[in-house]
C-alpha cells in the first residue's frame, strides 16, 4: 500500500490495539524455535525439556495474576479465551443445571459480542447490560438483573475503547451471593494493573500476550480449580493444558507469554506511573488549547494508558486521516454510506455528534513525552482545520442543537 509518511515519523499511540515485542521476549523465545523443539508431550528428553520451559512459563503467568498453576491454560489468545469461558462454560450450565441466561455488557468488546450472538442463536436467553455515561456498570442493575436461570455474567475489566475499570469485586460478590458464576475478559487490564484472581474472586478469566508487549498468537484463560471441570473437552488429552484444549502446545509462544508476565510484574508500577503521567499531559495539552473537548469513559476509574477523546464537531476518522504523523483508532466507521458511531460510545448514551467525533489514542510504556507532545500539536493543528470548515463546528458555535442534523445524516 503506498503511504506518503515513512512508518518511522509515525508516533503509534495505539498500544491497546496491539504492542511490539519486547526485545527481551524475542530472545527468551528464540532458542525454542530450532534448539529446543521437542513437543511436550514426547516421553523423551526433548519432550521433557520443552515440557520444562512450558512450566516455567505457566509459574510465570500464575504468578502475575496469584493463581494456582493447574489454573493456567495458554490459548491462541483472548478471543479463543473469551470463547471457552463463555460458550462452553453456558453449555455445560444448561446441561448440567438448566441455567438459561447469560448476561453480558452492551460496551463489550466484539470477541464476547460475538459469543452473546452465538448462545443467543443456540437458544440461549441473553441480557446485554447497558452502562452509564462514564462507562460503569450499575450494581443495582445487575443485582436486578440476575434470575434464578441465570448462569454466567461475562464483564470487560478494563474496556478496550475508553479504559473505564469495572469494580470486579463487587461484581463478582453480587453475582456469587446469587450462583452465578463470573468470567471477566481482562485483556485490557492484564500486566497493566494489579491482578489477584483469588482477590476479585472471579471464577474465569482471559488475557493475551500481544498486548503485554508479548508474541501474537497467545493468550491466556485463567479457570478456578472447581470451575475447570465447565470447560473441559470431552474426550481432550488430560495431560495437555488440563484437558482445556486440545494439540501440540506452541512453545514459542508460551515461553514469549511467560517472559511478557514476568516483564509486566517487575515493571508494573512504574509502567503505570509513566503512562498516567504521559495521559495528564495529554490531555492538559489538547484541553488547554481547544473548547468543546470530551474524555470518554470514566474520570475515576480507569486505565490511565487508554484516552478516548472528542473533539466536537469533527469527525474521528477525518481528525485520523489529517493527523498523519499518529497512528491511533477511531471510534466511529463510515461503512455503505452510513455513518455509525462505536457501540461501547453509543451503549454508553454519548450524544452522537460528540462520539462520532471521536478517537482513541492508547499510550504504551515506550511512550515518551516528545510523543506525546507532537500528538497533542498534530491533533489541535487538524482539528482547527476541520473545525474551520465544519457545518456542525459552526451549528455548536451559534448554540442550535445537533441532534436533528445527526439524525437526519441517518447516525445509528
Ligand atoms: N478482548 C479485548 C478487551 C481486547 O481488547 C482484545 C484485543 N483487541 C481481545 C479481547 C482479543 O484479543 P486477541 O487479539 O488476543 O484475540
Given at each position: 500500500m503506498f503511504c506518503c509518511v515513512?512508518?518511522?515519523?509515525?508516533?503509534?499511540?495505539?498500544?491497546?490495539?496491539?504492542?511490539?515485542?519486547?526485545?527481551?521476549?524475542?530472545?527468551?523465545?528464540?532458542?525454542?524455535?530450532?534448539?529446543?523443539?521437542?513437543?511436550?508431550?514426547?516421553?523423551?528428553?526433548?519432550?521433557v525439556t520443552a515440557l520444562d520451559a512450558v512450566d516455567a512459563a505457566r509459574i510465570k503467568v500464575k504468578t502475575l495474576i496469584n493463581a494456582n498453576f493447574e489454573e493456567v491454560v495458554f490459548t491462541?489468545?483472548?478471543?479463543?479465551?473469551?470463547?471457552?469461558?463463555?460458550?462452553?462454560?453456558?453449555?455445560?450450565?444448561?446441561?448440567?443445571?438448566?441455567?438459561?441466561?447469560?448476561?453480558?455488557?452492551?460496551?463489550?468488546?466484539?470477541?464476547?459480542?460475538?459469543?452473546?450472538d452465538y448462545l443467543k442463536r443456540d437458544g440461549v436467553d441473553v441480557e446485554l447490560l447497558p452502562v452509564g455515561t462514564d462507562g460503569l456498570l450499575d450494581l443495582n442493575l445487575l443485582a436486578d438483573s440476575v434470575k434464578d436461570t441465570t448462569g454466567?455474567?461475562?464483564?470487560?475489566?478494563?474496556?478496550?475503547?475508553?479504559?473505564?475499570?469495572?469494580?470486579?469485586?463487587?461484581?463478582?460478590?453480587?453475582?456469587h451471593e446469587r450462583?452465578?458464576?463470573?468470567?471477566?475478559?481482562?485483556?485490557?487490564?492484564?500486566?497493566?494493573?494489579?491482578?489477584?484472581?483469588?482477590?476479585?474472586?472471579?471464577?474465569?478469566?482471559?488475557?493475551?500476550?500481544?498486548?503485554?508487549?508479548?508474541?501474537?498468537?497467545?493468550?491466556?484463560?485463567y479457570c478456578e480449580s472447581a470451575n475447570a471441570r465447565f470447560v473441559r473437552t470431552p474426550g481432550a488429552n488430560?495431560?495437555?493444558?488440563?484437558?482445556?484444549?486440545?494439540?501440540?502446545?506452541?512453545?514459542?509462544?508460551?515461553?514469549?507469554?511467560?517472559?511478557?508476565?514476568?516483564?509486566?510484574?517487575?515493571?508494573?508500577?512504574?509502567?503505570?506511573?509513566h503512562v498516567q503521567t504521559l495521559r495528564n499531559r495529554f490531555i492538559s495539552g489538547i484541553t488547554g488549547q481547544l473548547d468543546e473537548i470530551y474524555i470518554n469513559g470514566s474520570p475515576e476509574h480507569n486505565y490511565p494508558g487508554i484516552v478516548n477523546i472528542s473533539f466536537r464537531g469533527c469527525e474521528g476518522e477525518a481528525i485520523m486521516m489529517e493527523a498523519k504523523h499518529i497512528a491511533v483508532s477511531s471510534?466511529?466507521?463510515?461503512?455503505?454510506?452510513?455513518?455509525?458511531?462505536?457501540?461501547?460510545?453509543?451503549?454508553?448514551?454519548?450524544p452522537a455528534d460528540i462520539a462520532q467525533s471521536s478517537i482513541r489514542t492508547?499510550?504504551?510504556?515506550?511512550?515518551?513525552?516528545a510523543e506525546i507532545d507532537l500528538a497533542i500539536d498534530e491533533l489541535?493543528?487538524?482539528?482547527?482545520?476541520?473545525?474551520?470548515?465544519?457545518?456542525?463546528?459552526?451549528i455548536i458555535q451559534s448554540g442550535s442543537s445537533v441532534d436533528d442534523v445527526f439524525k437526519r445524516r441517518g447516525f445509528q
Open positions: 515513512k512508518l518511522r515519523e509515525i508516533v503509534y499511540l495505539d498500544y491497546a490495539a496491539t504492542t511490539p515485542c519486547d526485545s527481551r521476549v524475542l530472545e527468551e523465545m528464540l532458542p525454542y524455535f530450532c534448539d529446543i523443539f521437542g513437543n511436550p508431550n514426547s516421553m523423551h528428553h526433548f519432550g491462541s489468545g483472548a478471543t479463543e479465551a473469551n470463547k471457552i469461558a463463555t460458550i462452553r462454560v453456558m453449555k455445560a450450565l444448561r446441561k448440567s443445571a438448566g441455567k438459561q441466561c447469560f448476561i453480558t455488557l452492551a460496551t463489550e468488546h466484539k470477541s464476547v459480542l460475538d459469543c452473546a454466567l455474567l461475562s464483564f470487560c475489566l478494563v474496556n478496550n475503547e475508553t479504559g473505564a475499570k469495572q469494580d470486579a469485586k463487587k461484581i463478582t460478590e453480587i453475582c450462583g452465578v458464576l463470573v468470567h471477566t475478559d481482562a485483556t485490557q487490564a492484564f500486566g497493566k494493573i494489579q491482578l489477584d484472581v483469588k482477590e476479585l474472586g472471579v471464577d474465569f478469566l482471559s488475557a493475551s500476550g500481544h498486548k503485554i508487549y508479548g508474541p501474537k498468537g497467545v493468550g491466556v484463560l488430560r495431560d495437555v493444558e488440563f484437558g482445556i484444549r486440545s494439540g501440540t502446545v506452541p512453545i514459542p509462544v508460551c515461553v514469549g507469554m511467560g517472559k511478557a508476565a514476568e516483564l509486566a510484574l517487575s515493571e508494573l508500577s512504574q509502567n503505570l506511573a471510534g466511529s466507521a463510515c461503512t455503505s454510506n452510513k455513518l455509525t458511531i462505536s457501540h461501547a460510545l453509543a451503549a454508553m448514551n454519548i492508547s499510550i504504551g510504556k515506550q511512550t515518551t513525552e489541535v493543528t487538524a482539528t482547527k482545520k476541520l473545525r474551520a470548515i465544519s457545518p456542525i463546528w459552526d
